[in-house]
């Protein structure tokens, strides 16, 4: 049984910072991709950012330049540093992992439960 937890969400004024952490835990062999979607009230959920297996990474263009991905592959875990946070960030964060796991080497993705980051003005 995989699972991906988060933490970190709250509420935050605008131009603060908070740090999302999302750890995977389970029969995992290894973890190529991990990223963060996030998802605002009456939107499509949408990539934030992903982070490969040898740190190569991606962000969407509206966090370019504030948010930084990285993980730990010792730990299993992804985090988010979200800096000059604005009202438009409000959303549910989800984490993200492809993985292969036990029994039999499968292919497996996986979502958090998703936190709340709540940016007021």
């Known amino acids: 049984q995989v699972q991906l937890v988060e933490s970190g969400g709250g509420l935050v004024q605008a131009g603060g910072s908070l740090r999302l952490s999302c750890a995977a835990s389970?029969?995992?062999?290894?973890?190529?991709?991990m990223g963060w979607y996030r998802q605002a009230p009456g939107k499509q959920r949408e990539l934030v950012a992903t982070?490969?297996?040898?740190?190569?990474?991606n962000y969407a263009d509206s966090v370019k330049g504030r948010f930084t991905i990285s993980r730990d592959n010792a730990k299993n875990t992804v985090y988010l540093q979200m800096n000059s946070l604005k009202p438009e960030d409000t959303a549910i964060y989800y984490c993200?992992?492809?993985?292969?796991?036990?029994?039999?080497?499968?292919?497996?993705?996986?979502w958090g439960q998703g936190t709340l980051v709540t940016v007021s003005s």
């Open positions: 993200n992992a492809d993985l292969i796991a036990l029994p039999g080497y499968k292919y497996l993705e996986r």
């Open positions: 389970g029969s995992i062999v290894s973890i190529n991709v």
């Open positions: 982070i490969t297996s040898g740190s190569s990474t």
